[in-house]
């Protein structure tokens, strides 16, 4: 009977207690395996990188993310770049290893940039970030931050990732940010999109008008390198060539995880 | 089946006293080229009165090193039969213009100003056009003409856009974007006030426009299916699977059935999760936040169910020409069915909640009414036209996939359209509400009638080159209403031109009839209860 009891309760979500991630960072259950996240060069020990995979991975990718030269052998991926697509894990599944990890944020934009070649030995382009940046981290949300949220041309898929951060779920509001209606009240700028033509002189008053000291976050490949439409007629390939940038965070959209790691890296620059 | 129709349509068409060459290509589609292109507009209104037909979309084409001349194609459809009719005419250098069709369909005016953006062509004798797509660019500029490369550096020039001024006692004037207040996207909205009454609203739109058309054409067939999904983040699968299948047609392909079932599935898992985050919307937009934060919950599990089966929360990645990347395997399957039972046992009880709360259903009754002759005159599709009575279904008009195999007799747009004609619905935000609701729990049905996923595979590749200049319509329903993807071979398979119409572009000028005598405090939940798109409409 207690049983069945239990059982009508759970389906019944007007009567959960609790639906809110408690350690949002940390809980990684949640996040399927085959979520495309943080990718890397990451090469097998019996790999060997040959012109054949170097050309065809760089012509595989639909953004021109991988680049490769000859000689010496290497090659290049700029994640800021990258949609997240998996074309080139299938084609080269001994060197391009993607994990379902969401830390993808950086401070500057060729920290994006990761290269492997036979010659150098592989080294990380960042480090884990362990217990450390979580004590710093816990510190930095003591404190209240406003966000605005500003679409320059986005395909409004990271506009729905940055939305369902104010969802029970998610609910970033508990960690003290907030989204405010105006540039004036912010202290942060969440940018997405490839920074079109059209948005261009929107997007400087905005800045302009925000207080200082301010923060620049730029969402999304697009935001971080203009993506798959890159740099053309309508777009300017990147915020980074309108108004400064303090992170980007690649992803094509960024889940909501990896949006509030990036928040928390700019935190960290004040 | 279809072969009668297309013989229909063809005697319909000779007993016109019209000279035309026409032929029948990819099945549906009726390519009719007029003798005398003067008596194009006659040809047309005689189309939709005799034949019922809507004009869809008009394509330009700038073929003037294959044909010498600039090619227009008028896409009229039926809401009946599926098929399609192309009204082809050649603008050469002696007529640098061509003929508007706003007598006969008012919208065609919406079209009529993005070829005169990208084309640099005029309707004849009109040379009052507001710029839609390019604000401040450079004079002289026309992207989509095959001598301007994609890369072109532009400078920044001042572009003069004069709203219509709105005069008289009392009347003031709110320019409200293109940055909002809330997380959605650009566009700039001119209110004309008295009071707190709107007396006229002017959009302007385009800010997102990131010349998808034109990039397309220096991308490979299959980084333009990739290029698809991003035309509107929201309506991945519809946009990719359109483009997808446009490519199939000019390709003969014909996909697994397997495939066909995994892209119906995903499309509905699509409306869902769209669905649910609207209906939150709006509930939020009345500061009902109870409710919106429950269906946010909703949202958040759809999406994570999209994450599990194929990797992406918005579905990316899931289609390729010839199939589908992403495989579901009949326990997957049976997940799918068992969460959304949940999700939808939850969603019942919200909405009991939600429909016995007079101050939600007060606000959304009566507000943003639009008339079905508005609806008519602005050939308005999807769940924006079915409010008000006019069922444009793509999936049971031009059934494609494994929509073809799917009974639409008892589909929900029925009932709400005999509402309509009984007048308990009046095309009111509520009306949009429930027909939302009815869409959710119609998606459900659908996932459920497939019990059982058939076997073998899941991809054919696209082996043989396609035949150059070529051309194939591919459409799809997404969350918003009709989505048609024209496409163009050129050489080396590389695309010609590629034309998108999404349900947004087609949609969108509905917003500034429907707000008219609202309040402003009401303007989001009227733009809401819509729900279009910025991106897919400014490409």
């Given at each position: 009977m207690t049983e069945d009891n239990q059982k009508i309760k759970k389906s019944d979500i007007l009567s959960w207690d609790k639906v809110t991630l408690d350690k949002i960072l940390q809980s990684n259950d949640m996040i399927p395996g085959n979520f495309r996240g943080k990718i890397s060069l990451d090469p097998d020990k019996d790999f060997v990188l040959n012109s054949h995979i170097g050309q065809n991975l760089e012509n595989i990718c639909p953004t021109n993310a991988i680049s490769y030269k000859n000689p010496p052998e290497s090659i290049s991926l700029d994640?800021?770049?990258?949609?997240?697509?998996?074309?080139?894990?299938?084609?080269?599944?001994?060197?391009?290893?993607?994990?379902?990890n969401f830390d993808v944020a950086k401070k500057r934009k060729n920290h994006l940039?990761?290269?492997f070649s036979e010659s150098v030995p592989f080294g990380k382009t960042y480090e884990e970030i362990g217990n450390e940046l979580k004590n710093k981290i816990n510190k930095t949300f003591g404190r209240s931050l406003a966000i605005r949220e500003i679409d320059a041309g986005s395909c409004n898929g990271c506009e729905i990732e940055i939305s369902a951060l104010t969802n029970p779920i998610y609910d970033i509001e508990r960690f003290g940010m907030h989204f405010v209606a105006s540039p004036r009240h912010a202290d942060l700028l969440l940018v997405t999109g490839p920074a079109s033509k059209n948005m261009e002189k929107a997007l400087k008053i905005a800045y302009e008008s925000t207080p200082e000291p301010k923060l620049v976050i730029a969402v999304g490949a697009c935001a971080c390198s203009g993506g798959i439409f890159g740099k053309n007629y309508a777009t300017t390939g990147g915020i980074d060539s309108i108004v400064p940038v303090d992170v980007f965070i690649p992803g094509c959209p960024p889940r909501p995880q990896a949006l509030i790691y990036g928040i928390m890296l700019a935190l960290d620059k004040i | 089946m279809n072969n009668k129709t297309i013989e229909h349509y063809m005697s319909k068409l000779e007993h016109l006293e019209f000279k035309f060459k026409s032929h029948v290509q990819n099945n549906n589609e009726i390519h009719i080229e007029?003798?005398?292109s003067s008596k194009l507009i006659e040809f047309c209104n005689i189309l939709k009165l005799e034949i019922n037909l809507r004009l869809l979309t008009m394509i330009y084409c700038d073929e003037r090193k294959t044909n010498h001349a600039f090619s227009l194609r008028y896409l009229l459809g039926s809401d009946t039969d599926d098929v399609f009719f192309f009204v082809v005419i050649f603008i050469d250098k002696k007529h640098a213009y061509f003929p508007s069709l706003s007598d006969v369909f008012p919208y065609s005016i919406k079209y009529e100003r993005?070829?005169?953006?990208?084309?640099?062509?005029?309707?004849?004798?009109?040379?009052t056009l507001k710029p839609l797509l390019l604000h401040d660019f450079q004079k002289n500029i026309f992207p989509l003409r095959k001598d301007f490369h994609a890369n072109t550096e532009l400078n920044y020039t001042p572009r003069k856009f004069e709203f219509t001024p709105i005069t008289g006692d009392g009347i003031c004037e709110i320019p409200v974007g293109p940055i909002h207040a809330g997380i959605i996207e650009p566009g700039h909205f001119r209110f004309s006030v008295l009071g707190e009454n709107i007396v006229n609203m002017e959009t302007r739109l385009g800010y997102?426009?990131?010349?998808?058309?034109?990039?397309?054409?220096?991308?490979?067939?299959n980084n333009v299916v990739l290029l698809s999904e991003r035309i509107s983040g929201d309506e991945s699968i519809a946009n990719s699977m359109a483009f997808c299948q446009a490519i199939e047609k000019i390709a003969q392909l014909e996909i697994p059935e397997k495939s066909k079932q995994i892209r119906l599935l995903f499309a509905e898992l699509e409306r869902i999760y769209n669905h649910f985050g609207t209906l939150s919307g709006i509930l939020n937009d009345v500061g009902f936040s109870y409710g919106a934060s429950r269906l946010e919950i909703l949202k958040e599990y759809m999406?994570?169910?999209n994450e599990k089966l194929?990797?992406?929360?918005?579905?990316?990645?899931?289609?390729?020409?010839?199939?589908?990347?992403?495989?579901?395997?009949?326990?997957?399957?049976?997940?799918?069915?068992s969460m959304l039972n949940d999700i939808f046992q939850n969603f019942e009880k919200i909405l009991e909640h939600i429909q016995s709360n007079s101050s939600v259903i007060d606000r959304l009754r009566n507000t943003g009414i639009i008339e079905k002759q508005t609806v008519n005159d602005l050939g308005i599709v999807g769940l924006s036209s079915i409010c008000a009575g006019i069922d444009t279904d793509t999936r049971k008009n031009h059934p494609y996939g494994y929509y073809s195999s799917i009974n639409f007799e008892q589909t929900p747009r029925a009932d709400m359209e005999q509402q309509v004609k009984l007048q308990k619905r009046i095309g009111d935000v509520l009306s949009r509400f429930m027909s939302r609701v009815d869409e959710l729990r119609y998606s459900k049905k659908l996932i459920e009638s497939i019990s059982n996923l058939e076997t073998g595979e899941i991809h054919i590749p696209l082996e043989s080159e396609l035949i150059p200049f070529s051309s194939g319509l591919g459409y799809a329903e997404s969350h918003r209403g009709e989505t048609l993807h024209w496409v163009m071979m050129g050489e080396d398979n590389s695309i010609f031109r590629y034309k998108i119409r999404t349900a947004s572009f087609a949609n969108w000028s509905v917003i500034e009839h429907a707000v008219l005598n609202n309040i402003v405090a009401d303007f989001p939940v009227i733009n809401k209860s819509f729900d279009f798109s910025y991106s897919g409409n400014d490409l």
């Amino acid at each position: 009977m207690t049983e069945d009891n239990q059982k009508i309760k759970k389906s019944d979500i007007l009567s959960w207690d609790k639906v809110t991630l408690d350690k949002i960072l940390q809980s990684n259950d949640m996040i399927p395996g085959n979520f495309r996240g943080k990718i890397s060069l990451d090469p097998d020990k019996d790999f060997v990188l040959n012109s054949h995979i170097g050309q065809n991975l760089e012509n595989i990718c639909p953004t021109n993310a991988i680049s490769y030269k000859n000689p010496p052998e290497s090659i290049s991926l700029d994640v800021g770049k990258c949609i997240f697509c998996g074309n080139c894990q299938q084609e080269a599944p001994q060197l391009i290893k993607i994990s379902n990890n969401f830390d993808v944020a950086k401070k500057r934009k060729n920290h994006l940039l990761e290269v492997f070649s036979e010659s150098v030995p592989f080294g990380k382009t960042y480090e884990e970030i362990g217990n450390e940046l979580k004590n710093k981290i816990n510190k930095t949300f003591g404190r209240s931050l406003a966000i605005r949220e500003i679409d320059a041309g986005s395909c409004n898929g990271c506009e729905i990732e940055i939305s369902a951060l104010t969802n029970p779920i998610y609910d970033i509001e508990r960690f003290g940010m907030h989204f405010v209606a105006s540039p004036r009240h912010a202290d942060l700028l969440l940018v997405t999109g490839p920074a079109s033509k059209n948005m261009e002189k929107a997007l400087k008053i905005a800045y302009e008008s925000t207080p200082e000291p301010k923060l620049v976050i730029a969402v999304g490949a697009c935001a971080c390198s203009g993506g798959i439409f890159g740099k053309n007629y309508a777009t300017t390939g990147g915020i980074d060539s309108i108004v400064p940038v303090d992170v980007f965070i690649p992803g094509c959209p960024p889940r909501p995880q990896a949006l509030i790691y990036g928040i928390m890296l700019a935190l960290d620059k004040i | 089946m279809n072969n009668k129709t297309i013989e229909h349509y063809m005697s319909k068409l000779e007993h016109l006293e019209f000279k035309f060459k026409s032929h029948v290509q990819n099945n549906n589609e009726i390519h009719i080229e007029l003798e005398d292109s003067s008596k194009l507009i006659e040809f047309c209104n005689i189309l939709k009165l005799e034949i019922n037909l809507r004009l869809l979309t008009m394509i330009y084409c700038d073929e003037r090193k294959t044909n010498h001349a600039f090619s227009l194609r008028y896409l009229l459809g039926s809401d009946t039969d599926d098929v399609f009719f192309f009204v082809v005419i050649f603008i050469d250098k002696k007529h640098a213009y061509f003929p508007s069709l706003s007598d006969v369909f008012p919208y065609s005016i919406k079209y009529e100003r993005e070829i005169n953006d990208m084309f640099g062509i005029q309707t004849q004798g009109d040379t009052t056009l507001k710029p839609l797509l390019l604000h401040d660019f450079q004079k002289n500029i026309f992207p989509l003409r095959k001598d301007f490369h994609a890369n072109t550096e532009l400078n920044y020039t001042p572009r003069k856009f004069e709203f219509t001024p709105i005069t008289g006692d009392g009347i003031c004037e709110i320019p409200v974007g293109p940055i909002h207040a809330g997380i959605i996207e650009p566009g700039h909205f001119r209110f004309s006030v008295l009071g707190e009454n709107i007396v006229n609203m002017e959009t302007r739109l385009g800010y997102a426009h990131k010349g998808i058309e034109k990039i397309a054409e220096n991308m490979s067939i299959n980084n333009v299916v990739l290029l698809s999904e991003r035309i509107s983040g929201d309506e991945s699968i519809a946009n990719s699977m359109a483009f997808c299948q446009a490519i199939e047609k000019i390709a003969q392909l014909e996909i697994p059935e397997k495939s066909k079932q995994i892209r119906l599935l995903f499309a509905e898992l699509e409306r869902i999760y769209n669905h649910f985050g609207t209906l939150s919307g709006i509930l939020n937009d009345v500061g009902f936040s109870y409710g919106a934060s429950r269906l946010e919950i909703l949202k958040e599990y759809m999406m994570q169910l999209n994450e599990k089966l194929s990797g992406s929360r918005l579905l990316f990645g899931v289609n390729q020409i010839g199939g589908v990347k992403v495989d579901i395997s009949n326990t997957s399957l049976a997940d799918i069915h068992s969460m959304l039972n949940d999700i939808f046992q939850n969603f019942e009880k919200i909405l009991e909640h939600i429909q016995s709360n007079s101050s939600v259903i007060d606000r959304l009754r009566n507000t943003g009414i639009i008339e079905k002759q508005t609806v008519n005159d602005l050939g308005i599709v999807g769940l924006s036209s079915i409010c008000a009575g006019i069922d444009t279904d793509t999936r049971k008009n031009h059934p494609y996939g494994y929509y073809s195999s799917i009974n639409f007799e008892q589909t929900p747009r029925a009932d709400m359209e005999q509402q309509v004609k009984l007048q308990k619905r009046i095309g009111d935000v509520l009306s949009r509400f429930m027909s939302r609701v009815d869409e959710l729990r119609y998606s459900k049905k659908l996932i459920e009638s497939i019990s059982n996923l058939e076997t073998g595979e899941i991809h054919i590749p696209l082996e043989s080159e396609l035949i150059p200049f070529s051309s194939g319509l591919g459409y799809a329903e997404s969350h918003r209403g009709e989505t048609l993807h024209w496409v163009m071979m050129g050489e080396d398979n590389s695309i010609f031109r590629y034309k998108i119409r999404t349900a947004s572009f087609a949609n969108w000028s509905v917003i500034e009839h429907a707000v008219l005598n609202n309040i402003v405090a009401d303007f989001p939940v009227i733009n809401k209860s819509f729900d279009f798109s910025y991106s897919g409409n400014d490409l």
